[in-house]
């Protein structure tokens, strides 16, 4: 994930919208003290999880749909990961290569059992055709196969994923730079690496290597935490709800900057504690305080309708 940190930190140290603010970092560490909360994978008790096979398909098919859930006010990740479970349960080939092929965004609905289109529902149905289709031709119809080529290397697995799936090659170009951010593909070793407890299918020898997942709630943390700090432009566009557009400067440089806030915040955490902190489990617990029902208060999510994040 090295093409992922420095290309954030080239966007962080030559951006126009948004700062990382240091002094932010060192008080949020003194805050906690050094020592980050523990926040566990499924901390919700809403996700699918059999230790098999089955929870592999299941959490590819739920990272591959993780993303752009704002434009329905009453949609949450929530609603994705418990309806894909409850739809895992009732039928144990719904996500067999062969049916995702041929997914509709109605068929995606009914899976859910939402009542109205979901937003970008015809982008999430080609994709989870896409991942078919690509499981199919590479991997056998199954997730297993694709974890298990990556043999124990989270740098393996998001290169597989981003070089047969293409829905998840999250990079854009910024000032004349490529940029990685690869939030989705990321996310989805984090998960199998969260659910089987690092052994056995999410047994990684390099999870280390992995960074936060740049989405649009994390930001808005870093920002209630004074680490982030934009101009005052930008500033009103957030907080006034306003859209950003997919590959602008300001939606870039929120994301970059974000992955490389997250880092130094690591960095500092570990510095103080004396002991590893994961970037994994750093956004893990950003990402849990800034949810509607959590007790910090934050301010508005950014707004981009994207398929990355």
Same mark, same amino acid.
């Given at each position: 994930?090295?093409?992922?940190?420095?290309?954030?930190?080239?966007?962080?140290?030559?951006?126009?919208?948004?700062?990382?603010?240091?002094?932010?970092?060192?008080?949020?560490?003194?805050?906690?003290?050094?020592? %980050?909360?523990?926040?566990? &994978?499924?901390? +919700?008790?809403?996700? =699918?999880?059999?230790?098999?096979?089955?929870? /592999? *398909?299941? #959490?590819?098919?739920?990272?591959? %749909?993780?993303?752009?859930? &704002?434009?329905? +006010?009453?949609?949450? =990740?929530?609603?994705?990961?418990?309806?894909? /479970? *409850?739809? #895992?349960?009732?039928?144990?080939?719904?996500?067999?290569?062969?049916?995702?092929?041929?997914?509709?965004?109605?068929?995606?609905?009914?899976?859910?059992?939402?009542?109205?289109?979901?937003?970008?529902?015809?982008?999430?149905?080609?994709?989870?055709?896409?991942?078919?289709?690509?499981?199919?031709?590479?991997?056998?119809?199954?997730?297993?196969?694709?974890?298990?080529?990556?043999?124990?290397?989270?740098?393996?697995?998001?290169?597989?994923?981003?070089?047969?799936?293409?829905?998840?090659?999250?990079?854009?170009?910024?000032?004349?730079?490529?940029?990685?951010?690869?939030?989705?593909?990321?996310?989805?070793?984090?998960?199998?690496?969260?659910?089987?407890?690092?052994?056995?299918?999410?047994?990684?020898?390099?999870?280390?290597?992995?960074?936060?997942?740049?989405?649009?709630?994390?930001?808005?943390?870093?920002?209630?935490?004074?680490?982030?700090?934009?101009?005052?432009?930008?500033?009103?566009?957030?907080?006034?709800?306003?859209?950003?557009?997919?590959?602008?400067?300001?939606?870039?440089?929120?994301?970059?900057?974000?992955?490389?806030?997250?880092?130094?915040?690591?960095?500092?955490?570990?510095?103080?504690?004396?002991?590893?902190?994961?970037?994994?489990?750093?956004?893990?617990?950003?990402?849990?305080?800034?949810?509607?029902?959590?007790?910090?208060?934050?301010?508005?999510?950014?707004?981009?309708?994207?398929?990355?994040?």
């Amino acid at each position: 994930m090295e093409a992922v940190r420095s290309s954030c930190l080239w966007v962080a140290s030559n951006a126009s919208h948004v700062a990382i603010n240091p002094a932010g970092i060192e008080k949020l560490v003194e805050r906690l003290d050094g020592r %980050l909360p523990t926040v566990k &994978w499924d901390f +919700e008790g809403i996700h =699918y999880f059999d230790n098999g096979p089955l929870t /592999a *398909q299941y #959490l590819l098919v739920l990272d591959t %749909l993780n993303f752009c859930f &704002w434009p329905d +006010e009453e949609l949450q =990740y929530d609603h994705l990961a418990a309806g894909l /479970a *409850q739809a #895992l349960k009732a039928d144990h080939t719904v996500f067999d290569a062969q049916r995702l092929k041929s997914c509709t965004g109605m068929m995606l609905r009914e899976m859910l059992q939402w009542p109205r289109p979901l937003p970008l529902e015809d982008e999430r149905a080609r994709l989870l055709r896409e991942v078919g289709t690509g499981l199919e031709q590479w991997f056998n119809g199954q997730a297993v196969n694709l974890i298990a080529a990556a043999k124990g290397s989270a740098v393996t697995l998001v290169e597989l994923l981003t070089q047969h799936f293409p829905g998840f090659r999250d990079h854009c170009v910024y000032k004349g730079h490529q940029v990685f951010l690869y939030k989705r593909a990321q996310i989805f070793v984090a998960d199998i690496w969260g659910a089987f407890k690092g052994l056995d299918l999410g047994e990684f020898k390099d999870i280390a290597s992995i960074t936060m997942f740049a989405d649009y709630v994390v930001p808005a943390v870093l920002r209630h935490w004074g680490i982030l700090t934009c101009s005052p432009t930008l500033a009103t566009v957030l907080d006034t709800s306003q859209e950003l557009t997919p590959g602008s400067e300001e939606e870039v440089e929120i994301r970059a900057c974000s992955i490389t806030a997250v880092e130094w915040l690591r960095e500092y955490l570990t510095a103080r504690s004396g002991k590893q902190v994961l970037s994994v489990h750093v956004d893990w617990w950003l990402w849990s305080s800034g949810l509607p029902n959590a007790s910090e208060k934050v301010p508005p999510y950014h707004r981009t309708q994207t398929i990355y994040y």
